[in-house]
């Protein structure tokens, strides 16, 4: 079994920054890539961050050169450092992972989701 455990959302000031964290655990062999996506109401949720376990990143054009995806491979993390926030930001941010388990193969994986709020 796997967990993604993600920390760091909350309500920040236009122009503000956050740094949203995730953790997995559980019966992991490898982490393939890690990404970060978000849900903002009524809209689908989107990709906004991805890195693969190499290092590669990409990014949604709207977050390119103010948000910053990093992972650390030894801890099984990745992180999402957002900067310059807008009120169009606000969304719940959910942690996802390709792991491959030790019992059950490969598989993508979700976090319960954190509640960014972009607001004045």
Partial sequence: QVQLVESGGGLVQPGGSLRLSCAASGSIFSIHAMGWYRQAPGKQREL???ITNGGI???VDSVKGRF???RDN???TVNLQMNSLKPEDTAVYYCNADIRTVVAGRGHYWGQGT???VSS
């Fill in 48 to 50: 906004v961050a991805a």
């Fill in 57 to 59: 990143t990409n990014y």
């Fill in 74 to 76: 030894a801890k099984n």
């Fill in 68 to 70: 910053t995806i990093s």
């Fill in 115 to 117: 509640q960014v709020t």
